[in-house]
């Protein structure tokens, strides 16, 4: 058996093993439909979203596409707050769209500064503000309500939120964060197979993309938007995927969601009080930021990330993930999102630890 403690895809519950195994649904029937209306409701239900979110059949990217396509055009002035590379993710996407594009970056593991926040917003008008809220090449989670609240008291842009790594994992409230788009996936903390894009949208956003021109089929939220509301989608869905998603979503909340957010909690902070006093890692996050879903570990210069992870591999049947960009040789990433003991976490912990041991002395390979 694999410990899977990568950041995603996560590892499937029974259940959703089954579900997804068994026949698929038409997702022209009643009890697709019905179906349909159910998990959407319940996924509204998880971020306190005014309408049932919509289920697009692509990754995580290709929700933020979707949800960028259809809320920023050429004319757009956009600004993006980053501080990793799923912020970077942002900013890529956002550059297709518009050539009057802002950035603000942040250093990794920190999070946004406000007053520089703020004074950007008073010097320029923006359409539409991106941001993560779970950076998951850093584990950092975001102060989202402060960071809308700072963007509300300056600006009407709508406020894209990457939830992607956050969602299923740590509490989210739509409302009261004042965002108008977040975006989600299935393959991380819904633990849900790999294969659907989750995206809610304020009463605005609806209305932004209602009128925003339909520059594209498949990829714009629009055909999507009206098809879901009468409970629907329009074009053949990732359909055991949904199946899938249909059970997780059900289990998500018979654990109930004070449990599950308190797991994922502890999790984290088992990993941080690990390697506490470690004297070749520590954690990228500031304790403060710490994510609930990733804790990335920050290796000193001797160590490589790619080494420890084949090793983690190949003799603990471990899985981690390394770091991402600049930081892929100098970062191991530890995923506690979705279905995991805290027993699981322990077990990667101590096997972490010896692998550094043996890397650190030279032993071995
Ligand atoms: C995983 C992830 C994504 C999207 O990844 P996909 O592979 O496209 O699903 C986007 N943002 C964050 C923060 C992520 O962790």
Known sequence: MINNRNTGPTPLPPAVLDAMAQQPLS???????????????????????????????????????????????????????????????????A??????????????????????????????????????HSESSTGVYHPIA?????????????????????????????????????????????????GMAVVYLSARAQRCVEQHPVCRDYMHLRPWLEASRQHGVPYTPAVNVFQGL???????????????????QDASARCRAFFADHDRVCCVAAPQHASHSITALHLSDVLSASSIKNRLEYEHHIVVSTGLGPLAERVIRIGHMGHFTLEEIDEALQAIAQVIEKESCGYGD
């Not at 959407?40 to 979203?49: H, I, K």
């Not at 609240?149 to 709508?158: G, Q």
């Not at 249909?246 to 994922?264: M, S, T, V």
Request: hydrophobic residues 50%.
């Open 27 to 93: 997702h022209r029937s009643n009890v697709f439909r019905e179906a349909f209306a159910a998990v959407t409701a319940q996924l509204a239900r998880l971020v306190n979203a005014p309408d049932p979110g919509l289920l697009l059949s692509c990754s995580g990217t290709g929700g933020l596409e979707a949800s960028i396509a259809s809320t920023v055009s050429a004319e757009s002035r956009v600004l993006v707050l980053s501080a990793g590379s799923y912020g970077d993710l942002l900013v890529r996407i």
């Open 95 to 132: 550059s297709r769209f518009t050539p009057t594009l802002d950035i603000m970056h942040f250093n990794p593991g920190g999070t946004f500064d406000l007053a520089a926040l703020q004074k950007q917003l008073m010097q320029a008008s923006y359409d539409v503000v991106l941001l993560t």
């Open 146 to 194: 402060l960071v809308t609240a700072t963007i509300r008291a300056h600006s009407d842009a709508l406020v894209l939120v990457d939830v992607v790594s956050s969602l299923g994992a740590a509490p989210i409230d739509m409302v009261e964060w004042g965002a108008d788009v977040l975006v989600g996936a299935t393959q991380k903390a819904l633990m849900a197979p790999a």
């Open 246 to 264: 249909a059970a997780a979503a059900g289990l998500i909340f018979a654990e109930g969601l004070p449990a599950r957010y308190q797991r994922h």
